[in-house]
């Protein structure tokens, strides 16, 4: 009897490492109403699941006692509070002169104040350059005269940043200093070197701790037990701080993860989790589209290629009227995630998570071509190209060019793996592999020839690279006749 159990605790052991998780994160953006959060905490709460809240301490319904208690409430019952920043903006924030935090405006990362504001001082870190153009500028803060011009823009103007703020019409726009500030005074000039800057900004040194002692303060004041440990980044016309900026002072902060630039996969088996789990995008699925099952569908592809699935929400769902439909719509995909076994987790949980789930390499690394959780007739992850069929399992790949192929698949097993395609009336056909690393950039790509006439088993070496984060595959075709796929796996020697 003992060697039985021994024996079902050892298979329990592997299937749970043979499967790596399937995670979905819901995240709530910017101080919405206390209504909205008491409702979407009770759908939640209903549900045994936890949102997280990105809130900022010093904006709009933060100054209301009733926000507070249900913001407190929130916080007590598990949902996660993270930092949005002071005040929604990556440069400046308010602070009256009677605040104690006033004594600290003087320091070396402090660019200017005013009399209710503190400008940070800024690096542009590895931001990205356009070639130099010419532009032509007028009436103070006016500029036109080139095509890469665009509404939130950041333009480099003779070592000086300004944001591309509003469009007047016939290619001409106004500029804002970096620091959203509307006071920019240029002399009227035509043929003026310029270039567009594609920020992954760094503070000066001091300036993030600074901004984080500042949203710990107005996070008490509020009432919470615990402070963030999430970072979230604003968007609009404010710089984003690059993941590597982010990561040095945020883990000494004591910060487990934020958003950043360039965004990772989120994804496990990620061999710069220690970095990436500092750039998590959100925007995976978006309730606000009132469509369901296109969400679904959204989190099935995500999650069947081993990645976290980060819900986006402002809650712009056109006014109280339509906040029933949109809570019931949580209601139905909370339980649609439970049925379907995808985890609801809070994004410090997802964090930990991707850093402390090991990769099982005897695991088939490729999506389930049987696996269809959103019911849409294509396996999860999988994608097609011109005429093709699914039907239980099997692919019929119909005619010329990229017939199948899946896109940012995590959760490798690095090293030496076989490849095994099983496949008839293929023709000629190649099989495509590119790694790439955290930054989403290829590291390396590697081809097959495959080509059948009855069924058949192909199997190949690959070495997956040390840096690759993730790959895509496909398979292209040379050949009109109907070919069938009817196994592929990716496994670890």
């Known amino acids: 009897m003992l060697k039985l159990l021994c024996l079902a605790v050892l298979l329990c052991i592997g299937e749970t490492l043979s499967a790596l998780p399937k995670i979905v994160c819901f995240r709530f953006d910017d101080n919405q109403t206390a209504d909205i959060y008491r409702k979407l905490g009770d759908v939640f709460r209903k549900n045994n699941a936890r949102f997280s809240l990105s809130l900022i301490p010093l904006h709009g319904q933060a100054f209301n006692k009733k926000w507070r208690e249900v913001i407190c409430s929130l916080e007590k019952d598990g949902f996660e509070i993270m930092d949005h920043?002071?005040?929604?903006?990556t440069l400046s924030f308010p602070l009256e002169k009677g605040d104690p935090l006033r004594k600290l405006s003087g320091k070396s990362f402090t660019d200017h104040t005013s009399e209710r504001r503190v400008y940070l001082?800024?690096?542009?870190?590895?931001?990205?350059?356009?070639?130099?153009?010419?532009?032509?500028?007028?009436?103070?803060?006016?500029?036109?005269?080139?095509?890469?011009?665009?509404?939130?823009?950041?333009?480099?103007?003779?070592?000086?940043?300004?944001?591309?703020?509003?469009?007047?019409?016939?290619?001409?726009?106004?500029?804002?200093?970096?620091?959203?500030?509307?006071?920019?005074?240029?002399?009227?000039?035509?043929?003026?070197?310029?270039?567009?800057?594609?920020?992954?900004?760094?503070?000066?040194?001091?300036?993030?701790?600074?901004?984080i002692k500042v949203s710990r303060e107005k996070f008490r004041q509020i009432g919470l037990n615990k402070m963030p440990r999430v970072l979230i980044q604003p968007g609009g016309f404010y710089p984003l701080m690059g993941r590597n900026a982010l990561a040095k002072v945020l883990k000494e902060q004591g910060y487990i993860s934020s958003t950043?630039?360039?965004?990772?996969?989120?994804?496990?088996?990620?061999?710069?989790?220690?970095?990436?789990?500092?750039?998590?995008?959100?925007?995976?699925?978006?309730?606000?589209?009132?469509?369901?099952?296109?969400?679904?569908?959204?989190?099935?592809?995500?999650?069947?290629?081993?990645r976290i699935a980060i819900g986006a929400s402002h809650v712009r769902v056109g006014g109280k009227e339509k906040l029933p439909e949109y809570l019931l719509l949580h209601e139905k995909l909370l339980r649609w995630l439970a049925e379907k076994n995808i985890k609801v987790c809070t994004q410090s949980e997802a964090s930990e998570l991707l850093a402390s789930t090991k990769?099982?390499?005897?695991?088939?690394?490729?999506?389930?071509?049987?696996?269809?959780?959103?019911?849409?007739?294509?396996?999860?992850?999988?994608?097609?190209?011109?005429?093709?069929?699914?039907?239980?399992?099997?692919?019929?790949?119909?005619?010329?060019?990229?017939?199948?192929?899946?896109?940012?698949?995590?959760?490798?097993?690095?090293?030496?793996?076989?490849?095994?395609?099983?496949?008839?009336?293929?023709?000629?056909?190649?099989?495509?592999?590119?790694?790439?690393?955290?930054?989403?950039?290829?590291?390396e790509i590697w081809t097959k020839n495959l080509q059948s006439s009855d069924r058949k088993k192909d199997t190949f070496e690959v070495n997956i690279p040390a840096d690759c984060a993730a790959l895509d595959f496909e398979i292209i075709r040379n050949s009109s006749s109907d070919g069938k796929i009817y196994q592929l796996e990716l496994r670890g020697i």
């Open 85 to 89: 920043t002071p005040s929604h903006n």
């Open 121 to 211: 001082k800024y690096d542009p870190g590895v931001s990205r350059f356009s070639p130099v153009f010419k532009v032509k500028i007028s009436g103070k803060n006016k500029i036109s005269g080139n095509k890469l011009l665009k509404v939130r823009s950041l333009v480099k103007i003779r070592d000086r940043f300004y944001y591309v703020y509003t469009a007047l019409g016939n290619g001409e726009f106004l500029l804002r200093t970096i620091w959203s500030e509307n006071n920019v005074v240029l002399p009227d000039e035509e043929n003026v070197p310029a270039q567009i800057c594609y920020p992954a900004f760094s503070p000066a040194p001091g300036a993030l701790e600074f901004m």
């Open 260 to 306: 950043g630039i360039p965004a990772g996969y989120k994804g496990f088996g990620d061999p710069d989790i220690a970095v990436s789990r500092y750039a998590m995008d959100w925007a995976d699925f978006n309730l606000e589209s009132m469509n369901l099952e296109r969400e679904k569908t959204r989190i099935a592809d995500t999650v069947a290629c081993n």
């Open 359 to 443: 990769i099982d390499r005897k695991n088939n690394v490729l999506p389930d071509l049987a696996c269809d959780l959103d019911g849409n007739g294509r396996p999860d992850g999988w994608f097609a190209s011109g005429r093709v069929k699914f039907n239980k399992g099997v692919v019929t790949l119909c005619g010329k060019g990229r017939g199948l192929y899946v896109r940012s698949l995590c959760g490798l097993p690095r090293g030496k793996v076989r490849l095994v395609i099983d496949h008839e009336k293929l023709g000629r056909a190649t099989v495509r592999i590119k790694f790439c690393n955290s930054l989403k950039k290829a590291c």
